[in-house]
């Protein structure tokens, strides 16, 4: 068996309609509908009681769309919360409810409902998650970035060559607990960088999560092939 050192370690066109009230939106507060007054259900700006939706300030973080705080540290989620208020959001905004209640606003609650997926799925995912903190800070992560640390591509290299090549149902079962291992250590990481602000770190993070992430999911397709 070749052993592995121990270190091995997802767009509907957004709606520029909005109302001027919403133009300093904080998902953290209550707000009452801008057109009928009566308290919104949730942090999105549509009421179910005048029927009423509009779109939100395209600045606005994908935390606040969930009523989720973004200081001091935008990485570390409440994922129970996340999924909880993620539910209710389209919930409210889902198109069929607004095609038969209100049809003028289908448009709207298309591009609210798309935006509010696309930031749960952003949100759920450690990488996906750091890659848009990176992002809002000036520092994008490309597909091009590679990790400079030798010995943890050489460990990265051997992973795939034993996946590539294994007859052995326990060759992979160890594979995936070292990488799992790792995964959960390069999170924490990413969670302390955040933290500190060092975003040079939080990309070498990332890209490295990255990386153990296309581990997980050759190992997921051996099993799934040789099952």
Known sequence: MLSLRSRLFLRVKPSRSF???????????THPCPVCSAPLPSP??????CWNLFALPQDLTHHALFGLSYDPNPFVIDLPQLKRNFIHAQTVCHPDAWASKNPGKLQVAQALSARVNRAYQTLLHPLARAEYILERNQLPLSENDKADDIAFMTDIMEARE??????????????IVKNNQ????????????VFGKDWNAVKASAVRLRYLEGIQRAAKRWLDNNS
Do not use: G
């Open 162 to 175: 034993v996946i590539e090549d294994s007859r052995s149902l326990d060759e992979i079962e160890d594979i």
């Open 19 to 29: 109302h001027p009230s919403l133009t300093r939106w904080n998902q953290s507060q």
């Open 44 to 49: 999105l700006p549509a009421c179910t009681k």
């Open 182 to 193: 790792s995964i959960s250590e390069t999170i924490k990481m990413l969670e302390a960088f």
